[in-house]
Nanobody, 115 residues
Framework: QVQLLESGGGLVQAGGSLRLSCTASGTIFRSLGWYRQAPGKQRELVATIALDDSTDYADSVKGRFTISRDTKLNTVLLQMNSLKPEDTAVYYC???????????WGQGTQVTVSS
């Protein structure tokens, strides 16, 4: 059974930092990543990392966020620095099955950045 367990959200002032963690279990994933959804907006890509450690970032977070993975632990981390109020959203862990390409989602963790 596939499970994605997220942690690390919270409230921080603008300019501060947070680190999100997601541990995926149940199978091997070709990519792990994070999406976010702000109130009244569509869910959007934040960052992803593939098995070969190639990464992809939304333009809005480049230079501020860093995604990394521990393959042994099947864990993906999102280090978020220089946070802005517009980063406020529910952040969802996302994992793509290595063979079927089926996408799994975590339950979401709230990140709130105050101005």
């Amino acid at each position: 059974q596939v499970q994605l367990l997220e942690s690390g959200g919270g409230l921080v002032q603008a300019g501060g930092s947070l680190r999100l963690s997601c541990t995926a279990s149940g199978t091997i994933f070709r990519s792990l990543g994070w999406y976010r959804q702000a109130p009244g907006k569509q869910r959007e890509l934040v960052a992803t990392i593939a098995l070969d450690d190639s990464t992809d970032y939304a333009d809005s977070v480049k230079g501020r966020f860093t995604i990394s993975r521990d393959t042994k632990l099947n864990t993906v981390l999102l280090q978020m620095n220089s946070l802005k109020p517009e980063d406020t959203a529910v952040y969802y862990c996302h994992a793509v099955h290595r063979l079927t390409t089926y996408a799994y989602w975590g339950q979401g963790t709230q990140v709130t950045v105050s101005s």
